[in-house]
């Protein structure tokens, strides 16, 4: 844990030193999310930066050489097409960290999936509504008397 927690820092430098953020951590899965603005924009997961990708972006990852978040399940690898590890020269020079972050940024807005509402009633609909009376009490029931222990 002090390898990544070590990582950890560096990244923060490296973001720092490229002006970028205020970048956020969180706990996820087993590693770190990072965030600017509410915006899950990367993760740190065994030691590994990797970021948001999409259609628009994971070519630049691929011409990079870089791949996606992957591990074992069972007898199969998964990967994890969302994530790509980012190339570790990028995190030395603070311009092209920031296009990779802000590339980073754009893919998780595009990709975001829309939050859902929570069904509400309409005007019509409230004025359709079953008009409300009043909720009657009732007595509580009477408690049974304890059997004496035989």
């Not at 995190?91 to 920031?98: A, F, H, I, Q, W």
């Not at 409230?126 to 408690?143: C, G, I, L, N």
Request: proline share 7%; net charge positive.
């Amino acid at each position: 844990m002090a390898a990544d927690s070590d990582y950890l820092d560096y990244v923060f430098d490296c973001f720092a030193a490229a002006r970028i953020g205020p970048v956020t951590r969180e706990r996820l899965f087993s590693g770190s999310g990072l965030r600017i603005d509410g915006e899950l924009f990367g993760v740190i997961l065994r030691g590994t930066l990797y970021f948001v990708v999409d259609y628009q972006t994971w070519p630049r990852f691929g011409e990079a050489g870089m791949g996606p978040f992957s591990y074992s399940r069972k007898s199969a690898q998964q990967k994890i097409e969302r994530w790509y590890e980012l190339p570790e020269d990028v995190l030395l020079d603070p311009g092209d960290l920031r296009d990779w972050v802000n590339e980073a940024l754009a893919a998780s807005r595009r990709t975001a999936k829309p939050a859902k509402k929570k069904p509400g009633k309409t005007a019509a609909a409230a004025k359709m509504a079953k008009p409300r009376t009043a909720k009657t009490v009732s007595k509580p029931a009477a408690k049974k008397k304890a059997r004496p222990a035989r």
